[in-house]
């Protein structure tokens, strides 16, 4: 779903200028500074160094400060920024012709204006004097660049005496601010401060730098032998002559501003926040996080974060969940690191072994666990050591299971799925990627789907489910139907039935799958099955089974559906959902239904995969043997060779590591039994000679596994129809697995 940010909802990142929104009271601090400052009588210059960590408001004062200043005539501001500058000579000139012009003064004589003049203009104007080149004898360029060099070089320490005179004329007294020096690479630093110590001694100059002490302190420490920050801070002591700490910022105040931040994010992007859920994130953020908060930068990030990651998430995962873990990317960033590359440890049952390899066991892992979660959590504090586990089993539910020996069932998944939960595998990867990944299905589309089939005619719901079966597969449609299939109204689960009743086809059945129950055909008529049994009236279920058996198509759909309503039990209980009449008059439908589609087509070879049960199951079972041979007979009078094939289906489907495609097995004793029971073997015989000659009678059973011949299965029948003559046995069909 494409969303529009709308940057209108960030909050920039930028200093204040406005006393009447100092949040954290520093406008006093600042004051006192600038007064300090204006106070001075004589004419030695002064360094002041403000302190403070990157974020906590250094240029807010310093914008307080100016604001003081300016308020006397006699003093002149000036704003040094040394980023401009790409070495150590363009920074001193640089600073130098700044004072100059604040001051109002030219520190360069007339001839190294020209040869400036000359310098910038040369490329132009030159050229036009070509023609002097034969006169001269030499290219006028050269000349030019000669005369540019004489005049517009000057030495670095003529240009700081012509500045100290200006200062010593003027009696002014100048304030030169230097912002930002923590972000400048160390030689940048290090250069800044051999500035600050060669204009030091300037009259009436007061330098404020603001900085990182921390860091500034490594960069200048590595310019001696020994380095180190202790090195770095011996420097500053000499340099800085007034050092002062920002002060820190109100915990009470810096909260407040961090909710508002919060509050914001929530208002500008229209993110429904009901009250119950504040009240969760409150409870959590305050008890977990709160205590990082260290700076009114950190809020505002993380205020952005949020007004970034909720509108494009909104309704698409639980937004206290996306609150918090947006909150562990600002505040612990490398524990947010870790739990985005590591989903096994924060998804993943620890109870159920069977879920992860064979060679890890549930203990092992829960200790591995505890290991990388303390690793990264060495990282912080000891209190906030404890804040983190507790942060972490909120999020991650799971987690109980490792620190509390907690053993999760079912319905806690499927509560955590239910939520949108971060702790959800079905989930998880969302809360990383901003959108509903690829193969996934939006929350919002799925649930306007679920309101259109609620309020739709059937052939409306059916193309509601066509364009929606469009955009996703049909087997991500049935995981994301399941998941609140018992939350379904009757009416709305009568509507879905049979709108999926008439799509069987776009349900793929793997049909080299040993288990065609969990195949998405399979599970469509789970679903199916679930959902008549949101129907309150036990009536009720069974006329809307019938009328889901008569319309189901493909055929497959519906015989599915029958698998489901003979092996499915009432969990309460533990019956079948039908009565034996009742499950036989479903049956008869079922069968009515296949022998309609086949038309001329044999049921064994237009279903061979549903045969068994057909025939013997159904046919045989409910309406007798004899009933089935008067359909039988007519077959393989026409053609006896046929006989090959419905002995096929009674053979076993072999699934072997050599053998790559699924193929049909050897009949063996108890297949044959099945057959014995479901038709009239004496007959199924004489078609057999009449098909194939008198030479499948033999006395040896001879088994080739994948490699069957249709001869040789009408062998193997022939030699147990023979056996059988001998010791005659009777035997339920029910043994032979209908899942040929």
């Known amino acids: ?7 209108e909802n960030y909050t920039a990142d930028t200093p204040i200028s406005d006393q009447g929104k100092d949040r954290f009271q520093r406008y006093g601090f600042s004051k006192r500074i600038a007064e300090t400052i204006c106070q001075r009588k004589t004419a030695d210059s002064i360094v002041i160094g403000i302190y403070g960590d990157w974020g906590e408001g250094k240029t807010s004062v310093l914008n307080f400060i100016e604001e003081n200043l300016l308020k006397d005539p006699d003093i002149i501001v000036c704003k040094f920024n040394p980023w401009r500058f790409k070495d150590e000579t363009q920074l001193l000139v640089g600073f130098f012709n700044l004072l100059a012009t604040q001051l109002k003064k030219s520190i360069k004589t007339k001839g190294e204006k020209i040869g400036e003049l000359i310098s910038d203009y040369a490329d132009v104007v030159i050229p036009s004097f070509s023609f002097l080149e034969g006169v001269l004898g030499t290219n006028p360029g050269e000349i030019a660049k000669k005369i540019a060099d004489k005049y517009s070089t000057v030495d670095v320490e003529e240009q700081k005496k012509r500045i100290e005179k200006i200062l010593d004329e003027e009696k002014k007294r100048v304030v030169i601010f230097v912002d930002d020096i923590d972000r400048l690479d160390k030689k940048e630093i290090q250069t800044v401060f051999k500035l600050v110590k060669l204009t ?5 100059t007061s330098y404020i730098l603001a900085f990182d002490e921390k860091m500034v302190a490594k ?10 920050e202790q090195a770095g801070r011996n420097f500053l002591e000499k340099i800085i002559q007034v050092p002062l700490r920002l002060p820190l910022a109100q915990k009470e105040a810096l909260k407040k501003f961090c909710f508002e931040q919060v509050d914001n994010a929530i208002k500008s992007n229209n993110i429904d926040l009901k009250e119950e859920q504040a009240r969760s994130f409150v409870s959590v953020f305050t008890s977990n996080i709160l ?26 995962v639980n937004t206290v969940d996306l609150m918090l873990i947006e909150s562990i990317k600002v505040f612990y960033p490398e524990l947010y690191t870790f739990i985005r590359g590591n989903p096994e440890y924060f998804v993943k049952s620890y109870s159920n072994i069977h879920i992860i390899s064979y060679d890890n066991s549930k203990e092992e892992r829960k200790k591995k666990c505890k290991e990388e979660i303390s690793k990264i959590s060495k990282l912080y504090s000891e209190k906030e050591e404890n804040s983190i586990r507790d942060l972490l089993v909120e999020l991650f539910p799971i987690l109980n299971e490792v620190y509390h020996n907690y053993v999760h069932g079912e319905h806690n998944y499927k509560k955590w799925y239910e939520e949108k939960r971060i702790g959800s595998p079905q989930y998880f990867q969302r809360y990383f990627s901003y959108t509903v990944i690829e193969g996934e299905i939006s929350d919002i589309v799925f649930d306007d789907f679920l309101e259109k089939v609620g309020s739709g ?6 193309k509601a489910l066509e364009d929606f079966l469009n955009k996703t597969s049909a087997d991500a449609l049935i995981s994301k139907l399941r998941w609140n299939e018992e939350k379904y109204s009757p009416e709305l689960s009568k509507k879905l039935a049979l709108c999926l009743s008439e799509f069987g086809d776009k349900f793929p059945y793997h049909k080299n799958s040993l288990f065609g129950f969990d195949t998405p055909l399979g599970q469509a008529a789970l679903f199916i099955y679930k959902l008549i049994r949101n129907i309150p009236e036990h009536e009720q279920q069974f006329e809307f089974a019938k009328q889901l058996m008569q319309k189901s198509k493909p055929f497959s759909l519906a015989y599915e559906l029958m698998s489901w309503f003979r092996n499915e039990k009432d969990k309460s209980t533990d019956q079948q959902i039908f009565s034996l009449e009742e499950f036989n008059e479903l049956a008869n439908i079922l069968l009515e239904k296949a022998i309609a589609e086949a038309g001329e087509e044999p049921l064994f070879e237009k279903y061979p995969k549903y045969a068994v049960y057909l025939l013997s199951h159904v046919w045989a079972s409910i309406k007798g043997k004899e009933n089935l041979m008067t359909y039988i007979k007519p077959i393989l009078d026409k053609t006896p060779t046929k006989i090959s094939d419905l002995l096929k289906v009674y053979s076993p489907n072999v699934h072997s590591s ?17 057959i014995q029971n479901t038709y009239d073997t004496d007959y199924l015989h004489e078609v057999a000679i009449k098909a194939f000659g008198a030479e499948i009678d033999v006395n040896t059973f001879q088994r080739l596994e994948h490699l069957q011949t249709e001869e040789n299965r009408v062998k193997q029948f022939a030699y147990h129809y023979k056996k059988s003559k001998a010791q005659p046995t009777e035997v339920a069909a029910e043994n032979i697995t209908t899942e040929q």
């Open 291 to 316: 205590s990082r908060l260290s700076t009114p930068r950190v809020a505002v990030r993380y205020g952005n974060a949020l007004s970034f990651a909720l509108p494009l998430l909104d309704k698409e």
């Open 219 to 228: 960069a200048i420490g590595e310019i001696y032998e020994d380095g180190g």
């Open 1 to 7: 779903m494409e969303q529009t940010i709308n940057t």
């Open 200 to 204: 030091g001694d300037f009259s009436f």
């Open 457 to 462: 005619s059937q052939s409306e719901n059916v």
């Open 658 to 674: 050599i053998q790559p495609e699924p193929y049909y097995g050897d009949i063996e004793q108890d297949y044959f039994k099945a």
